[in-house]
């Protein structure tokens, strides 16, 4: 009996790695058509650039006119659309290699870090330290070291240095 539920059990864990697959599978071909389609969507725009920038041409030679402003912001627009277009080719690469990580699942660094530091570091646990005056003494053996300024005024044998720092 124990070699039947065995079986049953690799059957069960079997078609669960199927549907696992299946599924991962339509989740990358439903990625990889939302993409076709935004490029089909960018071809288009990019044949309405060009008629109109060859309309525009024409009507500004024929009329001589200056109209290098409209020229310029629809080869932008191309120039935009064309971008676009490798990254969707770059996008369907790594959809179908497996290394895409959608936009949504991607966290900002500093977001993530800024969290940490907020839970390691909240106010009620944190406090800031008093600012200390601080004086640089020169030891008899010529090592420097930083002492409180209180303690230095109060020890007569120091010899005291005073000068302004700016650290920014």
Same mark, same amino acid.
């Given at each position: +009996?124990?070699?039947? *539920?065995?079986?049953? @059990?690799?059957?069960?864990?079997?078609?669960?790695? &199927?549907?696992?697959? &299946?599924? =991962?599978? !339509?989740? #990358?071909?439903?990625?990889?058509? =939302?993409?076709?389609?935004?490029? +089909?969507?960018?071809?288009?725009?990019?044949?309405?650039?060009?008629?109109?920038?060859?309309?525009?041409?024409?009507?500004?030679?024929?009329?001589?006119?200056?109209?290098?402003? $409209? +020229?310029?912001?629809? &080869?932008?627009?191309?120039? /935009?659309? /064309?971008? @676009?277009? !490798?990254?969707?080719? $770059?996008?369907?690469? !790594?959809?179908?290699?497996?290394?895409?990580?959608? $936009? *949504?699942?991607?966290?900002?660094?500093?977001?993530?870090?800024? #969290?940490?530091?907020?839970?390691?570091?909240? *106010?009620?646990?944190?406090?800031? #330290?008093?600012?200390?005056?601080?004086?640089?003494?020169?030891?008899?053996?010529?090592?420097?070291?930083?002492?409180?300024?209180?303690?230095? !005024?109060?020890?007569?044998?120091?010899?005291?240095?005073? /000068?302004?720092?700016?650290?920014?």
């Amino acid at each position: +009996m124990s070699e039947f *539920d065995d079986f049953i @059990r690799g059957i069960g864990s079997d078609i669960k790695n &199927v549907a696992e697959q &299946v599924g =991962k599978k !339509a989740e #990358e071909t439903f990625e990889i058509s =939302k993409r076709k389609a935004e490029r +089909m969507t960018l071809k288009g725009n990019i044949q309405k650039n060009y008629q109109k920038l060859g309309e525009l041409v024409y009507g500004g030679i024929k009329n001589d006119e200056d109209i290098q402003n $409209e +020229m310029e912001a629809i &080869v932008a627009e191309l120039d /935009f659309n /064309f971008a @676009r277009i !490798a990254e969707i080719y $770059e996008e369907i690469g !790594a959809i179908k290699n497996g290394t895409y990580v959608p $936009e *949504d699942e991607e966290e900002d660094w500093e977001e993530e870090y800024a #969290e940490e530091y907020d839970e390691e570091y909240s *106010d009620e646990e944190y406090e800031e #330290e008093p600012e200390v005056e601080v004086a640089l003494v020169i030891e008899e053996n010529g090592e420097i070291i930083e002492e409180p300024a209180e303690v230095v !005024a109060e020890e007569s044998n120091a010899k005291k240095l005073e /000068f302004d720092i700016n650290i920014d």
